[in-house]
């Protein structure tokens, strides 16, 4: 029997519905290809069909072309997270609370940028410290003309008009406000009120779905299923019987002190244990005859969240009694407001004192200001936009605060050299394409030239009792910190002690210096040298409970317990990393000082070089470990530890080293 034609029957374009050629959804009416044991009967039959199919495939085009986005694929699951285990669903989110939903457009060149990120910040390359500007940097991350239309599209599709929309100057996040009940049409999800063990709510979707067709052309969605609190990483000293007398004598004594130091002080002369000041701090790092060059030319920030701010009036007692000449900074330095964040300055009331509210931010402040002066400091205090009112079922924020903050200081063409961040959580509260994501902003940062240092966390390798895996099947484990994880910050861990420094731990309040291996990111190459022979030292100690080839941190630490802190117009100490890390930037914000009035470019991105030539002018600590999760946890040791990192920095070295490294303008 002869075989019939191959070939299918032509069908006028005009008759199918958009795209229906390509997906081949007519294949199987109208290719006649037949197997040898098919007759002609059965040929006969197929074409008679084709007039009824063509008939069904007009109205069939009628409906597509009014729905274009939705013939083109349909739904699926584009990302999901297990809820951490100290968060609660309590209900259904109300369908009228507002969202403030940002889509992250795929990057176009992200790896080029991070090219750029590298060779500018290898002290070895021929491109070292010539960062990239504020417009060479939205050329690399800009997305495609394809994803901004076919994001454009889909939002039209579900009433979304672009006039509606915001968008960063790269057009790489777009921003809409939509109530719940919209957002869960958009997304196909549903969004629940959730409880954190310490009373605060999030309204989140552990899972949503995008038309197949948009998932490569967008990163990540949120807020969604992120449940990212940014904890500040600090801990009131636990008061013991007869200590507020000592203290109170104490506190006199470096009042007495930080009047008129001596450029000769010692560190045994400037510090006690017991209570960390600014002097302390200047005479141990090596600070203390340094005057700044260029105030204004550089500049230091800091980061406030969760209704942080820094109190003036605190501010102001604390440098009137540790820098007096410094005191009138407090009323100087620029508070920028982003989304409603707070910047309360009046006296706080009885539920706000009972909370610790500015703790942290008081914290931040006096520490970097009785280093840094007279260095210009900006504080970024991030809330969240629409205005959040609060209600019964959703009494606090929803929004996703590194996100809302970074989107905003990518737009600004100018930026402190260095910015410290005091907040973090466990990495397994992210969901890894959002984690990537934020970690992919924070490249731009370095590639312009920022150096950005984040709080390594306060619970060692993790909080005891709380250190299992969060995709339900509940392993042991240890917990990494987010963003401490991400290869293109700096991590500040926490020492205590002066001669010599070891790793800190305070058994009042259970604070240790933290620790440890990122699960999303990899060891990047420049610290393949460093950290690969610490991994191997450990054998099979803690196997399983960590990732072996992720990202170690900290890079670094500084001191990190009982720092004198004014608050309330009172005196109280604090411990954390939340404390190491403004205290480390404010000595290599001064490094950043003394490059600029040699003509020289800022350290930005710090790592490449400090694995590379930096880490020799670092004290190291070998003393103590990342205590947690049980177990002794990750120990110091001779070179980088992931506990202290390289250790801790004495600004005359670092400031040498940094000098014979960096190019001229």
Same mark, same amino acid.
């Given at each position: *029997? ?44 197929? *074409? ?189 000293? *636990? ?7 000592? *203290? ?44 700044? #060059? ?103 924020? @929803? ?141 099979? #100690? ?21 720092? #004198? ?53 670092? @004290? ?46």
């Amino acid at each position: *029997m002869a075989r019939h034609s191959r070939e299918p029957i032509p069908v006028p374009r005009r008759w199918a519905p958009k795209g229906i050629w390509e997906e081949g959804a007519l294949a199987p009416y109208i290719s006649l290809e037949t197997s040898s044991q098919q007759h002609p009967e059965y040929l006969q039959q197929k *074409m008679l069909l084709l007039p009824a199919v063509f008939l069904s495939l007009v109205g069939l085009s009628t409906v597509v072309e009014c729905s274009p986005v939705r013939s083109r694929s349909l739904y699926t699951v584009k990302d999901s997270h297990h809820v951490p285990r100290k968060w609660t669903r309590v209900s259904g989110a109300p369908a009228n609370h507002v969202i403030n939903l940002e889509i992250a457009l795929k990057q176009s060149q992200f790896d080029e940028l991070e090219r750029h990120l590298y060779e500018v910040s290898d002290p070895d390359h021929s491109r070292y410290g010539e960062h990239l500007n504020f417009d060479d940097v939205n050329k690399l991350v800009k997305p495609s003309g394809e994803s901004l239309d076919l994001v454009h599209e889909w939002l039209r599709e579900h009433g979304i008009s672009n006039d509606r929309l915001s968008y960063s100057p790269a057009k790489d996040w777009v921003k809409v406000s939509l109530p719940v009940a919209d957002v869960e049409r958009l997304l196909d999800t549903k969004y629940s009120v959730y409880k954190h063990v310490d009373g605060t709510h999030a309204v989140r979707a552990p899972k949503y779905s995008l038309p197949t067709h948009l998932h490569k052309h967008i990163d990540t969605i949120q807020p969604t299923n992120s449940f990212l609190r940014a904890a500040p990483r600090k801990s009131d000293v *636990m008061p013991v019987a007869g200590e507020a007398q000592e *203290m109170s004598e104490l506190a006199a004594v470096q009042q007495v002190k930080a009047k008129d130091p001596s450029p000769d002080l010692t560190v045994a002369q400037a510090c006690n244990v017991s209570a960390v000041t600014p002097l302390c701090l200047r005479t141990l790092y090596g600070t203390l005859n340094y005057t700044p #060059q260029v105030p204004g030319k550089n500049k230091v920030g800091l980061t406030n969240y969760l209704g942080e701010t820094n109190n003036r009036s605190d501010v102001f007692l604390f440098l009137q009694r540790y820098r007096p000449e410094a005191a009138q900074a407090a009323f100087q330095f620029q508070i920028e407001v982003i989304d409603n964040g707070d910047n309360q300055q009046t006296p706080l009331n009885a539920t706000q004192l009972a909370a610790g509210k500015d703790l942290e931010g008081n914290l931040d402040a006096e520490t970097i200001l009785g280093i840094d002066y007279p260095t210009p400091l900006i504080a970024y205090n991030t809330g969240g936009s629409p205005p959040f009112k609060p209600d019964i079922n959703t009494p606090t924020n @929803t929004n996703e605060p590194y996100l809302t903050w970074v989107r905003y200081v990518l737009a600004q063409p100018d930026l402190p050299q260095v910015i410290s961040t005091s907040y973090g959580d466990d990495e397994q509260t992210v969901p890894e394409a959002y984690a990537r994501r934020v970690c992919n902003e924070f490249a731009q940062l370095g590639a312009r030239g920022v150096s950005l240092l984040f709080a390594s966390g306060d619970n060692g390798v993790g909080e005891t009792g709380t250190c299992f895996t969060n995709d339900g099947k509940n392993t042991s484990t240890f917990l990494p910190a987010f963003p401490d994880g991400c290869p293109y910050v700096t991590s500040v861990g926490g020492t205590k002690n002066f001669d010599p420094e070891v790793v800190a731990f305070d058994p009042r309040n259970g604070y240790v210096s933290g620790g440890g291996f990122s699960n999303y990111f990899r060891r990047p190459s420049y610290q393949d040298e460093a950290v690969k022979p610490y991994v191997a030292s450990l054998g099979d #100690q803690f196997k399983g409970l960590y990732h072996k080839r992720g990202r170690g941190y900290p890079d670094i630490a500084a001191q990190g317990q009982l720092f #004198q802190t004014v608050w309330n117009g009172t005196i109280r100490r604090l411990d954390g990393t939340s404390a190491s890390t403004p205290a480390a930037a404010a000595i290599l914000s001064l490094v950043n000082d003394a490059l600029l009035a040699a003509g020289k470019k800022p350290l930005g991105f710090l790592n490449p070089w400090l694995y590379k030539r930096g880490y020799l002018a670092f @004290t190291d600590v070998l003393n103590g470990s990342a205590t947690g999760c049980g177990t002794s946890g990750f120990p110091a040791a001779k070179g980088w530890d992931a506990v202290t990192g390289f250790g801790t920095p004495y600004f005359p070295s670092v400031r040498a080293a940094a000098l014979n490294s960096s190019r001229g303008n």
